[in-house]
């Protein structure tokens, strides 16, 4: 065979094989025997080793696996990968729709889909081909993992029909229950621990260095989500129903899993049908998640910080269990507040086995009417660490003895506060009880603040117990010499430690400000602070006042802000840092114009030219500030298609200038 004919002929085995992959993993049809697939494979496997200059990376072979990994890439996300808003009850429900029809008052469709149980995955095709695959991560980037994602049968290397050129689809990976249970017996025999449950297997399975052994595991992949810079569907049904078309494992509406309602009514009836179903499903689900349906009614509801408005997950009942607590401990976290922990006699539940559970407060204790070695229920909700839900009074031991909160820190003695108002005990020696100190330098180095890689846990518990760092500032004063001679530290991490400290004086100031650790100030109030203030010493010169007044802030932050300052410790640590060399200034921002100086712009609805975020970017690089909703405070409502037609009104009550997309470029010298 000359070397086009071999190219022709793998072009069509790998026609064939992922046509056969797709009816049988993506529509449970069989249309040839195994033998026959198998047949097809050997021979393109054959001729790849052959012509090794022919192997196309999303080959059918790839399917079997074969790349080894040792160290997964870090990626970041192109569109941040968010996670949904839970509810447990129905009540919740209704009150998330009824919030929803405040501002979509019209023509509203939901659409309800199952709550997967596994591993949220992107996946990205260009022109369409399969070009990579990256996990959550932490939600703004995750780890490439595509020689692992490709060994999932139901995930095509190849699309089917129109597809848009370059485009990511977003879905869960999941470990079906007979493949979950397949493994387990597997390791029963060979006397292997058993693992916990499908869910943290699969995300174990999916982080494996050998993509041949994550072959085996028969993974598989439901996608819920298309994300584009510009989208080719208007809603979301559309959008999963044509990823449907290319060829991608989607939920079937004639199955009933995925289905378009338009109430709540609908929204309620699905969750009982699924409440009931779900125990007859192959793999496992642990909710319903329900989506406004409409991209433009999407874009119109927005997002909180961390989830879209427009989604929202309903949790079944979480499993319950009864077990006995056999002490009460108290963990001090980086801001002082000390929690009551539960120690639990070990129990199994909802695939793990618990041995501790968080009391939140003094005040849950007593709610609990908690007593020494009293008999709990347990339960696992949303959130990892399990929740103690009642007490089995029956069960109590007589003269059992009442469980009392603390009266002085666990770590350091200091006596504990517990300030009107408020739930919480907290340690107010901040300098030197060392689990606070522990917990500030995790956070100043995090990521999203200093972002110092290489310092671990133990590390820090190592250079605090020395005496090393008594507060943050003393990072920038760490040598050599004090390193190397710390466990687990040799010549090249201690190097890559002190570039890392070094490389982070170049934060910019909202991380620092962020990396300071300020009660109430997170992520999104350091960059308000940071550009309503432009420096440190303004904000150390703010009144209680000025901080209100500044947008986003309101009483809590602001006293919290004044109360950092006005411990003269503070003062002092900024004064260190600075000199270290830090930044505490915020660089000047490229500004277009000052066409909108002190103008309050809204913007409704969804624009031609550019996206809404694109929009609210340009308003600001004009001078302008970005409202909200409409108020006396509008200066201005830049109407796109499909605005509400209740901002219409309200807009023309006030008064406010109104104007189209057109105008605004042209208004703002962009067009
Ligand atoms: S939509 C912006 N749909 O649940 C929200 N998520 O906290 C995008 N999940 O990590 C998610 N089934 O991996 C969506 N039908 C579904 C889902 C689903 C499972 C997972 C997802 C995410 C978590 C949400």
């Given at each position: ?80 990968m968010?996670s949904l808003?839970n ?27 199952l709550k997967y149980d596994g591993v949220a995955i ?13 996990t959550r991560g932490?939600?703004?980037?995750g780890e490439?993992v595509?020689?692992n994602v490709?060994?999932i ?17 977003r879905g869960e990976i999941f470990l079906p229950l007979q493949e979950f249970e397949r493994l387990n017996?597997?390791r ?5 621990a058993l693992y916990a449950n499908p869910r943290n297997t699969a995300s174990g399975t999916l982080k494996l ?5 994550v072959?085996?595991r028969n993974l598989d992949c439901y996608?819920y ?53 779900r125990k007859?499903l192959p793999f496992e689900i642990d909710g319903i998640v ?23 997950a309903?949790k079944f009942?979480a499993e ?28 199994y539940l909802g695939g793990t086995t618990v ?25 696992k909700g949303g959130e990892i660490i399990p ?285």
């Amino acid at each position: 065979m000359d070397l086009e004919a071999v190219k022709r002929k793998i072009s069509e085995l790998s026609e064939s094989l992922h046509h056969y992959n797709y009816m049988y993993y993506v529509k449970s049809e069989s249309i040839v025997s195994d033998f026959e697939f198998d047949m097809l494979l050997k021979e393109l496997e054959e001729l790849e080793s052959k012509f090794p200059e022919l192997i196309d990376s999303n080959s059918p072979s790839k399917r079997v696996g074969g790349t080894v990994v040792k160290h997964f890439e870090t990626v970041k996300h192109r569109f941040p990968m968010l996670s949904l808003s839970n509810s447990y009850s129905k009540e919740e429900i209704i009150e998330w729709e009824a919030r929803i029809k405040k501002t979509i008052e019209h023509d509203i469709e939901y659409v309800c889909e199952l709550k997967y149980d596994g591993v949220a995955i992107g996946i990205r095709y260009l022109n369409g081909v399969f070009h990579s695959a990256v996990t959550r991560g932490d939600g703004s980037q995750g780890e490439l993992v595509s020689s692992n994602v490709k060994t999932i049968k139901s995930v095509p290397l190849t699309l089917q029909g129109e597809v848009p050129s370059d485009f990511e689809i977003r879905g869960e990976i999941f470990l079906p229950l007979q493949e979950f249970e397949r493994l387990n017996k597997e390791r029963a025999k060979e006397n292997l621990a058993l693992y916990a449950n499908p869910r943290n297997t699969a995300s174990g399975t999916l982080k494996l260095q050998d993509s041949k052994v994550v072959s085996k595991r028969n993974l598989d992949c439901y996608l819920y989500g298309m994300y584009e810079e510009r989208s080719s569907y208007t809603s979301h049904y559309q959008a999963v129903l044509g990823a449907g078309k290319m060829g991608f494992k989607v939920p079937l509406p004639e199955q009933r899993k995925i289905e378009k309602v338009k109430d709540v009514e609908g929204i309620l009836a699905f969750i009982d049908f699924w409440d009931y179903e779900r125990k007859k499903l192959p793999f496992e689900i642990d909710g319903i998640v329900i989506k406004v349906n409409a991209y433009n009614q999407q874009e119109e509801l927005g997002y909180t910080a961390k989830s879209p408005r427009w989604a929202i997950a309903f949790k079944f009942k979480a499993e319950r269990v009864e077990t006995k607590i056999e002490s009460v401990s108290y963990q001090v976290g980086r801001t002082g507040a000390v929690t009551p922990v539960a120690n639990l006699k070990p129990v199994y539940l909802g695939g793990t086995t618990v041995k501790r559970a968080s009391l939140h407060n003094a005040e849950q204790i007593e709610k609990l009417g908690l007593h020494e070695n009293d008999s709990v229920y347990v339960e696992k909700g949303g959130e990892i660490i399990p929740k103690i839900v009642g007490v089995n009074i029956a069960k109590r031991i007589i003269n059992a003895q009442k469980v009392v909160f603390i009266g002085v820190c666990p770590a350091c003695n200091e006596r504990l506060i517990r300030e009107e108002g408020e739930a919480q005990h907290y340690c107010k020696n901040t300098t030197s009880c060392p689990p606070q100190l522990k917990g500030k330098i995790e956070h100043f180095i995090s990521r999203k603040a200093m972002d110092i890689d290489g310092l671990g846990a133990e590390t820090i518990d190592t250079l605090v117990e020395k005496g090393l760092i008594k507060d943050i500032s003393d990072l920038y004063v760490l040598e050599f010499n004090q390193l190397i001679d710390l466990d687990r530290m040799a010549d090249k991490s201690v190097n890559n430690l002190l570039d890392g400290i070094t490389a982070s004086k170049l934060q910019p100031f909202e991380k620092v400000l962020f990396g300071l650790g300020i009660r109430y100030v997170g992520e999104t109030v350091s960059k308000k602070l940071a550009k309503a203030f432009k420096t440190m010493d303004c904000i150390v010169e703010a009144s209680y006042e000025s901080l209100v007044e500044t947008d986003e802030i309101g009483e809590k932050i602001a006293r919290s802000i004044r109360e950092f300052i006005e411990d003269e410790k503070n003062i002092i640590l900024i004064e260190k840092l600075k000199h270290a060399g830090l930044r505490f200034e915020k660089e000047e921002e490229v500004r277009a114009s000052s066409i909108l100086e002190s103008q309050t712009v809204v913007i409704s609805g969804t624009f031609e030219r550019y996206s809404r975020n694109e929009m609210k970017q340009l308003i600001e690089e004009n001078g302008g500030k970005n409202g909200s909703s409409i108020s006396k405070k509008t200066s201005l409502l830049v109407a796109g298609a499909n605005m509400g037609p209740s901002k219409l009104k309200k807009a023309t009550d006030l008064g406010v200038e109104i104007i189209d997309e057109a105008d605004f470029l042209k208004k703002i010298k962009h067009d």
